[in-house]
């Protein structure tokens, strides 16, 4: 019975929206399935002829129905997002890029909030299953490979942001060549005494991000001939990066010149630690970061910039452009460039 009422329900909304509907296209000069494919974005309609329908909408005071809308194109203009994170700088921002280009598209979003190191099972199983979306965009949280299975089944593209996975489109800065570069930047000043803050590399860890960090580090100590220092794995954060950094620079008769922190919230913490241990930052100690965090400047922070947030935009024009298409995404990954913002957190080697 409750089902019936709802499709009754459902019915008689529909009829009064197509009555509106046609009023619409009374006044735009239009037939309705013009104005029907002007207002939904389904189909061609020239430019002129969607002002115009836009504006009779407008005087009229009509609402295009999203019901009424996935109807007629088989689209429901919502995207499930998958994120570990919400609160941490890098995933807000690129949250904050992913929803105001879905916005600028007329989408909605459905955000599930997955912890890298949980199995998502349940998500993938049965929220995503069971919701009905255009799309599925996964942000630094690893799908295996039934998992992709799975949403392909389902006849949804997929694409991923913050790392790559085979077989999907994604967008991710070159994480080995941008921490090596970050490393080189130390040496270049002349430190050889180096220790390197990385993140959790445990399992379905943010796409492996801070393994293919601490490789870049690795290689570029390797390359200059220089043995590896310390290696001390934290929580992506300014409180674990201060701890890791107290457990290194607290013992002077081995303390490090240089830090090089796996993102700028270990590197923040670094400083901090490093002022509280009456360290000098970069006269005793210099501290490099990656991400472009917007404290960086308070910090004064060197840092290699990465603009998550357009990276956020950039990952919503690759799902939507496959949507429109009908295609899954190019699988691959797309690198977005960082550069090198240098402040007064690194300096060239000093003498004791």
């Not at 600028?104 to 929220?127: I, K």
């Not at 942001?161 to 994604?170: F, L, T």
Request: net charge negative.
């Amino acid at each position: 019975m409750l089902i019936a009422a709802s499709t009754n329900q459902m019915s008689a909304a529909d009829g009064v929206l197509m009555s509106a509907l046609a009023d619409v296209a009374k006044l735009a000069g239009v037939s309705k399935s013009t104005a029907s494919r002007a207002l939904s974005g389904g189909g061609y309609v020239s430019e002129a002829t969607r002002r115009k329908v836009s504006s009779a909408a407008e005087k009229l005071g009509y609402v295009a129905s999203p019901n009424a809308a996935s109807l007629v194109t088989g689209r429901t203009k919502t995207v499930g997002v998958m994120i570990p994170f919400i609160s941490r700088w890098f995933f807000g921002e690129v949250l904050e890029g992913i929803e105001s280009q879905l916005r600028a598209h007329g989408y909605d979003m459905t955000l599930y909030n997955v912890h890298p190191s949980e199995r998502s099972d349940d998500v993938f199983d049965y929220f995503l299953a069971r919701k009905r979306f255009d799309g599925v965009i996964a942000v630094a949280v690893e799908p295996v490979d039934s998992d992709i299975a799975h949403l392909r089944g389902l006849g949804r593209p997929v694409v991923g942001i913050g790392g790559h996975v085979p077989g999907i489109a994604s967008v991710a800065i070159d994480d080995v060549a941008v921490a090596r570069l970050a490393t080189e930047h130390l040496i270049g000043l002349g430190h050889t005494s180096i220790v390197h803050l990385g993140g959790d590399s445990g399992p379905r860890s943010d796409f492996s991000v801070p393994r293919k960090r601490r490789q870049g580090y690795e290689q570029a100590m390797q390359a200059a001939g220089l043995p590896t220092g310390r290696v001390l794995d934290a929580d992506m954060s300014i409180p674990d990066g201060y701890e890791a950094a107290v457990e290194v620079l607290t013992d002077a008769r081995d303390r490090p010149t240089a830090i090089f922190a796996a993102c700028d919230e270990l590197a923040i913490g670094a400083i901090i630690a490093a002022r509280r241990l009456g360290i000098d930052v970069p006269g005793q100690l210099s501290v490099i970061g990656i991400d472009g965090h917007e404290c960086a400047p308070m910090f004064s922070l060197t840092t290699f910039e990465q603009s998550p947030h357009e990276q956020g935009m950039q990952i919503v024009n690759t799902l939507l452009d496959a949507v429109d298409r009908g295609v899954e995404p190019d699988e691959g990954v797309v690198y977005h460039p960082t550069r090198l913002k240098v402040r007064n957190s690194t300096s060239a080697l000093r003498s004791s």
